[in-house]
């Protein structure tokens, strides 16, 4: 006679009680050190001092052209921080001490679930800081627009960590490899979302590329948002992609986890 013993759901926890305790032990060391926050946006402020002014005057930034940029020097923060986070569990992994989480009674899944959600705070941190820093510089932005950005914002970056963890899981020891993938990816995602320039008179091949990076879509729906143009098309395109970011984000991490 064979003796099936069925583990308790209690026992096995709850996936959002765990993705929460995840997210907590991911946020501590930022939290004892915020100041690595500030110290991450040495980039695009660089970026907002130099590269900004020459914009002024450039055909498809409009007249507010601080109105332009910032949104995407947003999307641009989101996409370099959250594709990098996958290091730290390369780290953790080299480490051991990603193998000794696989043993606790934590779901699985909420491992990758609370990495990935753990990317909404310092995201949402940043997007803050340089919104501010970039007023006085002739921002002019509607607030209600720039909460939801920020919201938007968080959503892809949450999709954007978990696919970086992805990678992460599947390289394993060949860490070189997630470099070569995650910079490969990373500059032509960029060039090709008008972050930084006016896409509108590139030429036929460029725009097909452009139409099917959901890069893009994510950057027009934030300088719509910011502009309080909250019926505009590009912001229904913008939630598709990000929403459609995450979900594929987080069901390719939590299949790579298991």
């Not at 607030?143 to 963890?165: D, E, K, Q, R, T």
Request: net charge neutral; with cysteine; proline share 5%.
């Amino acid at each position: 006679m064979t003796l099936t013993l069925d583990t308790p759901r209690a026992v096995r926890g709850n996936i959002v009680r765990d993705s929460a305790i995840v997210m907590g032990r991911e946020l501590r060391p930022m939290l004892r050190d915020p100041v690595s926050v500030v110290f991450s946006l040495i980039q695009p402020l660089i970026l907002l001092a130099l590269f900004g002014p020459l914009l002024k005057g450039v055909p498809g930034t409009g007249d507010g052209v601080w109105n332009w940029f910032i949104p995407g020097v947003l999307v641009m923060i989101a996409i370099f921080g959250t594709t990098m986070t996958g290091s730290n569990l390369l780290i953790e992994m080299q480490q051991g001490s990603h193998e000794r989480m696989l043993v606790t009674p934590l779901r699985r899944s909420s491992l990758l679930i609370g990495r990935a959600c753990k990317e909404m705070v310092p995201l949402a941190a940043q997007a803050i800081l340089i919104i501010l820093v970039a007023l006085p510089l002739g921002l002019d932005v509607n607030a209600a627009g720039a909460a939801l950005g920020i919201v938007l914002l968080g959503v892809f970056g949450v999709g954007l960590g978990a696919l970086s963890y992805a990678l992460a899981l599947a390289v394993r020891e060949q860490d070189w490899m997630f470099w070569v993938v995650q910079q490969t990816l990373m500059f032509p995602l960029l060039i090709l979302s008008g972050t930084m320039l006016p896409l509108d008179d590139a030429p036929g091949w460029m725009k097909v590329l452009v139409n099917i990076n959901p890069l893009g879509y994510v950057v027009d729906a934030e300088r719509a948002l910011f502009a309080g143009d909250f019926a505009s098309g590009s912001v229904l395109a913008g939630v598709v992609a990000a929403v459609s970011v995450a979900v594929v984000g987080l069901g390719v991490g939590v299949r790579a986890v298991k």
